[in-house]
């Protein structure tokens, strides 16, 4: 059902240049995607981290200013912890061991891309809520305005922070709209009775999950009538944890969402779900199967092994250009129909 792209993957760390003196990039995934001047463009989410020396591990953290600490820990002191190759714990503590940025790429074809090189092409984490990176960004032009839903990352947790912009080359960031622990916000593009609809993910970490939520908002910063719209399932490919991936789309049989779950192994995979169109909050049907899964070499071993995760897609017609995250390490691209995923929907009759 979903072609990949041949040149796949079509962006990895050899086509980024770091940031900064002395730091290397580790991982390019997760852009987000949409058309601009008639070019397709991604925002990459781009994790580094200094560069290492034997025997410790070197991680990136930023002061309120956006000025760069490094902070060094002994492999061999029995304190640290590097079972997760994405975290260090320590004395209870948890630091990443990459921090990423945003960098925007434009292309002609959505499948070569470049740097511009008249505009600013990289957005850094700022204050507070930000000393630990911006990661998964989600974009969408509405009200003659492109919205920035990203995850904000800090000591103080994760939450969900809003950019605005009109031009790609001035910002204006409106601060923390889901506070922690939250992540994965997908707007809809377009306001349902007047109001703005997103799907995100709060995280219960004792009590509940990882399910996705339903908000609504008058004004895209403050957000209430919550709903929990979709639980894990136990023994499925999205028995741990579920998140929203880009906007909904509107179909005239619902609003049709894909979303990524993740099971006990952590081998994330792509579905969808299907909601009404006046009331999203009501799900008609949802995949019992993948529609994507991990299993070429480059989905299955990098960064952080088995993963495919989209946060960007262009709409054409019937037709989703989904650019997605492999591995945790690489971007990727794929094609697929929207006839055929509701006939999909429909053949596995997963009323939910």
């Not at 960031?173 to 622990?181: A, E, L, Q, T």
């Not at 919550?226 to 906007?247: E, F, N």
């Not at 792509?270 to 009501?282: E, I, M, R, T, Y």
Request: net charge negative; with cysteine; charged share 25%.
């Amino acid at each position: 059902m979903v072609k990949r792209f041949f040149e796949n993957p079509i962006l990895t760390t050899r086509d980024i240049v770091p940031s900064q003196p002395g730091f290397v990039v580790e991982c390019v995934m997760n852009p987000s995607a949409f058309l601009f001047e008639g070019k397709t463009c991604l925002l990459l989410r781009v994790a580094e981290r200094p560069l290492q020396r034997p025997g410790f591990i070197s991680v990136p953290i930023l002061d309120d200013r956006g000025a760069y600490i490094i902070m060094e820990f002994d492999e061999k002191d029995p304190k640290v912890d590097l079972s997760d190759v994405r975290l260090i714990q320590y004395e209870g503590k948890t630091y990443l061991t990459t921090i990423s940025h945003f960098r925007i790429v434009f292309s002609e074809d959505g499948i070569h891309f470049y740097e511009p090189d008249n505009r600013r092409t990289k957005i850094f984490g700022e204050g507070t809520f930000e000393t630990y990176g911006i990661e998964d960004c989600r974009t969408i032009f509405l009200d003659g305005v492109y919205n920035l839903t990203y995850t904000q990352v800090s000591s103080h947790g994760v939450g969900v922070g809003l950019i605005q912009t009109t031009d790609w080359k001035s910002f204006s960031r409106k601060g923390m709209i889901f506070p922690p622990h939250n992540k994965d916000c997908a707007l809809f593009e377009e306001k349902i009775d007047g109001k703005y609809y997103c799907l995100h993910r709060p995280s219960g970490l004792d009590v509940g999950g990882n399910y996705i939520w339903m908000s609504t908002s008058d004004n895209l910063t403050h957000w209430g009538d919550h709903q929990c719209i979709l639980h894990t399932r136990k023994g499925m490919w999205d028995s741990q944890r579920v998140g929203a991936g880009a906007a909904p789309i509107k179909t005239s049989e619902g609003w049709l969402a894909i979303y990524h779950g993740a099971d006990e192994n952590s081998r994330y995979c792509l579905g969808a779900v299907l909601l009404d169109l006046k009331d999203p909050s009501k799900v008609l049907m949802r995949s019992k199967s993948p529609l994507f899964e991990p299993m070429e070499d480059y989905e299955k071993n990098g960064f952080f092994n088995h993963v495919v995760f989209t946060n960007g897609h262009i709409v054409d017609g019937d037709e989703v250009v989904m650019y997605y995250g492999a591995s945790d390490q690489v971007i990727c691209g794929a094609k697929i129909s929207i006839k055929q995923i509701l006939a999909n929907l429909r053949k596995e009759n997963s009323h939910y």
